[in-house]
Structure formats: structure tokens, C-alpha cells
């Protein structure tokens, strides 16, 4: 069951549901999705998923992200280790189904998580990191307004070869300044 919690045109974001865990495992386990996610090494069960899916955890955010003309799951996007203090989030994402990459749902679904964080939780400063093989997810977040603040080379291992991560973040004025 989805609900319509922060609303887009394209998608809308849903608290999400332990009924999902299904789908989710079944695109975490496909080796083209978890090799961006750092979930390529990882076995998970539904059982495992269910648990995960099922925890409330007070310093993150998660949400389905939902199609909104279908109203079909697609994928998932979260804020995470939110800092009061510093008023700090890092966040992730991952759009599942293969007919929904690269239409611009996965930058639509950021747009709204970031208004979220930024003008709901009043966080300031939203990071994320990324696989430098990852061209897609770096685009889309360079459209969604992130910048670049540094690169930990060879730091990542996948399929026999080291991989930079790439760091980018955004603030709370440059995204209000460029809505
Ligand atoms: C990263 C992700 C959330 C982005 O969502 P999306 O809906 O696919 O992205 P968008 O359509 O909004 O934007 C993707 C952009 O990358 C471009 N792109 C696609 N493949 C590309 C490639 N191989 N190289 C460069 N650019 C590419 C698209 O053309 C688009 O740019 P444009 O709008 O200027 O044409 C989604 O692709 C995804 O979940 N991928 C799998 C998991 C993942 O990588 N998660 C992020 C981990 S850091």
C-alpha cells in the first residue's frame, strides 16, 4: 500500500511498505542495479528485507518512490544519518525498474526529497557519494544542483577493478535559489 506523502508530477514518495520487500529484493539482488549501491557483495533475503523495511530508525528518512500515473512501485530514496546540530543528511537512491531509468523520475524523486529535507526538516547541507563508473546517477545529481567537493580515488572494488567514490553536496540556499 503507497501513500501520498510528498508529491510530484511524475512520482510521488510513500512511507515505505514491508509488503514491497519482494521487489526490492529481487532488484537488489540483480548484479546491474547493486553494483551501484554497494550491494553487489550482499545476500538479502526477504526475511532480512522485511526486518530492514520494518525498523524505524529516527536519524533516517525512506521512501517508496512511486509512479504517480500508475501508481507502481519503482524504487526507493532516503536520507540518512540526519544531524540536528550541524543540520546535515547524506542521501541515496535507486530507481528498480528498468523502463523508469534515465526519464527523469530518479531527478524528480531527488527535487522532492531535497525540498523535504531542506524546507521540512530545515536541514543545510545534504551530501551523497557516488561510484566514479556511475555516469548516470552523476548527471542526475549534477542536474538536480549538486557539486562536486572531492573524490576518495580508489577506494572502491568492483568486478576485479579499484573505482574513485565521488562526493557532492548541495545547500539549503543554493537549492531554494534554483527552484
Ligand atoms: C541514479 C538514478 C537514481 C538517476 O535517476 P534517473 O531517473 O535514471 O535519472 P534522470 O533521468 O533524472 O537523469 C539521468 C541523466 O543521465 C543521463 N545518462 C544516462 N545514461 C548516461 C551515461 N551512461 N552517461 C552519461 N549520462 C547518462 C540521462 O540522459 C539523463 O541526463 P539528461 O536529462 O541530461 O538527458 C537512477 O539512474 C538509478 O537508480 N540507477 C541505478 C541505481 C543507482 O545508480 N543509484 C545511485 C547510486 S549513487
Known amino acids: 500500500m503507497h501513500f501520498k506523502k510528498i508529491v510530484g508530477e511524475k512520482v510521488y514518495l510513500s512511507p515505505r511498505s514491508v509488503d514491497d520487500a519482494?521487489?526490492?529484493?529481487?532488484?537488489l539482488n540483480?548484479?546491474?542495479i547493486a553494483k551501484f549501491l554497494d550491494q553487489n557483495t550482499k545476500v538479502i533475503?526477504?526475511?532480512g528485507e522485511k526486518e530492514y523495511l520494518a525498523k524505524n530508525d529516527s536519524n533516517s528518512y525512506n521512501f517508496a518512490i512511486v509512479d504517480a500515473k500508475t501508481d507502481e512501485l519503482i524504487g526507493s530514496i532516503g536520507l540518512m544519518d540526519v544531524d540536528y546540530v550541524h543540520r546535515t543528511a547524506?542521501?541515496?537512491i535507486f530507481i528498480g525498474d528498468d523502463d523508469h531509468l534515465s526519464h527523469g523520475y530518479g531527478s524528480?524523486?531527488?527535487k522532492?526529497?531535497?525540498d523535504f529535507g531542506f524546507n521540512q526538516l530545515n536541514l543545510n547541507n545534504i551530501m551523497l557519494k557516488a561510484i566514479s563508473f556511475n555516469k548516470r546517477a552523476l548527471r542526475a545529481y549534477e542536474?538536480?544542483?549538486f557539486k562536486l567537493f572531492g573524490t576518495w580515488p580508489k577506494s572502491h572494488y568492483v568486478e576485479g577493478k579499484y573505482y574513485d567514490l565521488v562526493y557532492m553536496y548541495i545547500t539549503k540556499d543554493?537549492?531554494?535559489n534554483n527552484k
Not at 22 to 27: I, Q
Open 22 to 27: 519482494e521487489k526490492y529484493v529481487a532488484w
Open 30 to 32: 540483480t548484479f546491474d
Open 45 to 47: 533475503t526477504v526475511e
Open 90 to 92: 547524506e542521501l541515496g
Open 108 to 110: 524528480e524523486a531527488i
Open 112 to 114: 522532492l526529497l531535497l
Open 143 to 145: 542536474k538536480c544542483g
Open 174 to 176: 543554493d537549492f531554494n
